[in-house]
Protein backbone atom coordinates (compact mmCIF):
# COMPACT_ATOMS: atom_id res chain seq x y z
CA UNK A 1 0.00 0.00 0.00
CA UNK A 2 1.18 3.02 -1.48
CA UNK A 3 1.92 6.02 1.91
CA UNK A 4 0.61 9.63 0.27
CA UNK A 5 1.53 12.73 2.89
CA UNK A 6 -1.06 15.19 2.92
CA UNK A 7 0.04 18.58 4.04
CA UNK A 8 -2.68 20.88 2.96
CA UNK A 9 -4.41 23.30 6.20
CA UNK A 10 -8.32 23.52 4.51
CA UNK A 11 -9.03 20.99 6.96
CA UNK A 12 -12.44 19.67 5.03
CA UNK A 13 -10.15 19.43 2.08
CA UNK A 14 -7.71 17.52 3.69
CA UNK A 15 -10.22 15.32 5.08
CA UNK A 16 -12.28 14.40 1.67
CA UNK A 17 -8.44 14.21 -0.12
CA UNK A 18 -7.84 11.24 2.92
CA UNK A 19 -11.15 9.96 1.90
CA UNK A 20 -11.04 9.64 -1.79
CA UNK A 21 -7.03 8.09 -1.42
CA UNK A 22 -8.28 5.88 0.98
CA UNK A 23 -10.76 4.66 -0.80
CA UNK A 24 -9.04 3.68 -3.69
CA UNK A 25 -5.91 1.73 -1.35
CA UNK A 26 -3.42 4.52 -0.47
CA UNK A 27 -2.66 4.84 2.75
CA UNK A 28 -3.05 8.81 3.79
CA UNK A 29 -1.46 10.58 6.25
CA UNK A 30 -2.64 14.45 7.46
CA UNK A 31 -0.33 16.70 8.78
CA UNK A 32 -1.74 18.88 11.42
CA UNK A 33 1.50 20.37 13.32
CA UNK A 34 2.82 22.70 9.95
CA UNK A 35 5.54 23.24 12.52
CA UNK A 36 7.20 20.30 11.86
CA UNK A 37 6.39 19.33 8.48
CA UNK A 38 9.66 18.08 7.42
CA UNK A 39 10.28 15.86 10.67
CA UNK A 40 7.07 13.89 10.25
CA UNK A 41 7.59 13.43 6.59
CA UNK A 42 10.81 12.05 7.34
CA UNK A 43 9.29 10.10 10.04
CA UNK A 44 6.56 8.65 7.88
CA UNK A 45 8.16 8.27 4.89
CA UNK A 46 6.07 8.76 2.27
CA UNK A 47 5.72 7.57 -1.17
CA UNK A 48 4.20 10.64 -2.59
CA UNK A 49 3.49 14.17 -1.44
CA UNK A 50 0.72 16.25 -2.03
CA UNK A 51 1.59 19.89 -0.79
CA UNK A 52 -0.73 22.92 -0.65
CA UNK A 53 1.56 25.92 -1.20
CA UNK A 54 -0.13 28.38 1.00
CA UNK A 55 -0.01 27.08 4.72
CA UNK A 56 0.67 28.55 8.16
CA UNK A 57 4.31 28.99 9.53
CA UNK A 58 6.40 28.22 6.11
CA UNK A 59 5.43 27.81 2.42
CA UNK A 60 5.13 25.00 0.25
CA UNK A 61 8.09 25.96 -1.65
CA UNK A 62 9.98 26.35 1.34
CA UNK A 63 9.05 22.95 2.03
CA UNK A 64 9.12 20.90 -1.09
CA UNK A 65 12.80 22.89 -0.96
CA UNK A 66 13.47 21.17 2.27
CA UNK A 67 11.69 17.81 1.55
CA UNK A 68 14.22 17.72 -1.26
CA UNK A 69 17.07 17.61 0.81
CA UNK A 70 15.92 14.50 2.63
CA UNK A 71 14.37 12.67 -0.08
CA UNK A 72 13.23 12.65 -4.21
CA UNK A 73 9.76 10.76 -3.36
CA UNK A 74 7.38 12.52 -6.13
CA UNK A 75 5.37 16.32 -4.99
CA UNK A 76 2.55 17.17 -6.50
CA UNK A 77 2.19 21.31 -5.40
CA UNK A 78 -1.58 22.34 -5.28
CA UNK A 79 -2.66 26.18 -5.11
CA UNK A 80 -5.64 28.43 -6.10
CA UNK A 81 -2.88 30.35 -8.16
CA UNK A 82 -2.59 29.48 -11.76
CA UNK A 83 -0.40 31.73 -13.19
CA UNK A 84 2.96 30.49 -14.70
CA UNK A 85 5.23 31.80 -12.33
CA UNK A 86 3.78 29.82 -9.40
CA UNK A 87 4.39 26.73 -11.34
CA UNK A 88 7.57 28.07 -12.54
CA UNK A 89 8.53 28.45 -8.73
CA UNK A 90 7.22 25.15 -8.11
CA UNK A 91 9.14 23.19 -10.03
CA UNK A 92 12.22 24.99 -9.66
CA UNK A 93 11.90 24.11 -5.81
CA UNK A 94 11.85 20.62 -6.61
CA UNK A 95 7.81 19.41 -7.08
CA UNK A 96 7.20 17.15 -10.09
CA UNK A 97 3.37 18.29 -10.82
CA UNK A 98 0.93 20.88 -9.57
CA UNK A 99 -2.68 20.92 -9.48
CA UNK A 100 -4.45 24.14 -9.86
CA UNK A 101 -7.85 24.75 -6.82
CA UNK A 102 -9.87 24.05 -7.45
CA UNK A 103 -9.92 20.65 -8.47
CA UNK A 104 -12.25 17.33 -8.94
CA UNK A 105 -10.92 13.97 -7.09
CA UNK A 106 -11.02 12.65 -10.81
CA UNK A 107 -7.93 14.88 -11.62
CA UNK A 108 -6.58 14.47 -8.05
CA UNK A 109 -6.71 10.54 -8.41
CA UNK A 110 -5.21 10.05 -12.32
CA UNK A 111 -2.29 12.69 -11.20
CA UNK A 112 -1.38 10.30 -7.85
CA UNK A 113 -2.24 6.97 -9.71
CA UNK A 114 -0.01 8.46 -12.84
CA UNK A 115 2.65 9.44 -10.32
CA UNK A 116 2.94 6.39 -8.47
CA UNK A 117 3.03 3.77 -11.44
CA UNK A 118 5.32 6.31 -12.90
CA UNK A 119 7.39 6.32 -10.71
CA UNK A 120 7.54 2.81 -8.78
CA UNK A 121 5.14 0.63 -10.82
CA UNK A 122 5.07 -1.11 -14.15
CA UNK A 123 5.97 2.16 -15.68
CA UNK A 124 9.22 2.74 -13.92
CA UNK A 125 13.07 2.55 -15.43
CA UNK A 126 15.24 1.17 -13.23
CA UNK A 127 18.07 3.62 -14.54
CA UNK A 128 21.19 3.87 -12.89
CA UNK A 129 23.74 5.49 -15.57
CA UNK A 130 25.28 8.15 -16.54
CA UNK A 131 24.31 9.15 -19.60
CA UNK A 132 26.70 11.69 -21.29
CA UNK A 133 27.05 13.56 -24.69
CA UNK A 134 30.72 14.71 -25.52
CA UNK A 135 30.89 16.73 -22.30
CA UNK A 136 27.17 16.97 -21.15
CA UNK A 137 25.92 14.46 -18.59
CA UNK A 138 23.27 13.51 -16.15
CA UNK A 139 23.43 11.50 -13.34
CA UNK A 140 20.30 9.46 -12.19
CA UNK A 141 21.46 8.67 -9.14
CA UNK A 142 22.47 12.16 -8.10
CA UNK A 143 19.51 13.54 -9.96
CA UNK A 144 22.35 16.30 -11.45
CA UNK A 145 23.54 17.59 -14.95
CA UNK A 146 26.77 18.65 -15.89
CA UNK A 147 28.71 20.50 -18.40
CA UNK A 148 32.50 20.89 -18.39
CA UNK A 149 32.30 20.43 -14.65
CA UNK A 150 29.61 23.08 -14.38
CA UNK A 151 26.54 20.99 -12.14
CA UNK A 152 23.06 21.74 -11.44
CA UNK A 153 20.51 19.56 -9.59
CA UNK A 154 17.36 18.21 -11.34
CA UNK A 155 14.08 17.27 -10.74
CA UNK A 156 12.89 13.71 -11.74
CA UNK A 157 10.63 15.40 -14.47
CA UNK A 158 13.75 17.65 -16.04
CA UNK A 159 16.00 14.64 -15.71
CA UNK A 160 13.40 12.43 -17.68
CA UNK A 161 13.38 15.22 -20.69
CA UNK A 162 17.15 16.16 -20.35
CA UNK A 163 17.65 12.15 -21.34
CA UNK A 164 14.72 12.08 -23.91
CA UNK A 165 16.50 15.06 -25.61
CA UNK A 166 19.91 13.80 -25.11
CA UNK A 167 18.31 10.16 -26.59
CA UNK A 168 17.36 11.71 -29.78
CA UNK A 169 19.70 14.25 -30.26
CA UNK A 170 19.38 15.99 -33.60
CA UNK A 171 15.72 14.98 -33.90
CA UNK A 172 12.22 16.29 -33.79
CA UNK A 173 10.16 15.08 -30.57
CA UNK A 174 6.81 15.70 -30.47
CA UNK A 175 5.36 17.50 -27.54
CA UNK A 176 2.56 14.33 -27.28
CA UNK A 177 5.48 12.16 -27.31
CA UNK A 178 7.72 14.21 -24.39
CA UNK A 179 4.22 14.41 -22.05
CA UNK A 180 3.84 10.61 -22.34
CA UNK A 181 7.53 10.36 -21.10
CA UNK A 182 6.67 12.36 -18.19
CA UNK A 183 3.49 12.35 -17.34
CA UNK A 184 1.93 9.13 -18.82
CA UNK A 185 -0.88 10.85 -20.12
CA UNK A 186 -2.04 13.55 -22.98
CA UNK A 187 -4.35 15.31 -21.22
CA UNK A 188 -4.31 19.25 -21.89
CA UNK A 189 -3.54 20.11 -18.67
CA UNK A 190 0.41 19.58 -18.26
CA UNK A 191 1.36 21.13 -21.53
CA UNK A 192 1.94 24.35 -19.59
CA UNK A 193 3.87 22.35 -17.52
CA UNK A 194 5.84 20.67 -19.84
CA UNK A 195 6.55 24.15 -21.38
CA UNK A 196 7.39 25.41 -17.99
CA UNK A 197 9.99 22.41 -17.25
CA UNK A 198 11.68 23.25 -20.76
CA UNK A 199 12.23 26.78 -20.20
CA UNK A 200 13.66 25.84 -17.03
CA UNK A 201 16.65 24.32 -18.59
CA UNK A 202 17.72 27.58 -20.30
CA UNK A 203 17.52 29.82 -17.26
Known amino acids: MYKVFIVEDDQSLQSLMKE???QHGYEAFLQTDFKTVTEDFIQIQPDLVLLD???????????CHSL???SNVPIIMISAKSAEVDQVMAIEY???DYITKPFTFDILLSKVKATIRRVYGEY????????????????SQKL???FKQQGVELSKNEYKLMKKFMENNGTFLPREQLIEEVW???????ENTLKINIDHFFK
Open 94 to 96: GAD
Open 68 to 70: RKH
Open 124 to 139: AKRDTSVFSIVDLSID
Open 184 to 190: DNVFHSV
Open 20 to 22: ALE
Open 53 to 63: IHLPYYDGYFL
Open 144 to 146: TMS
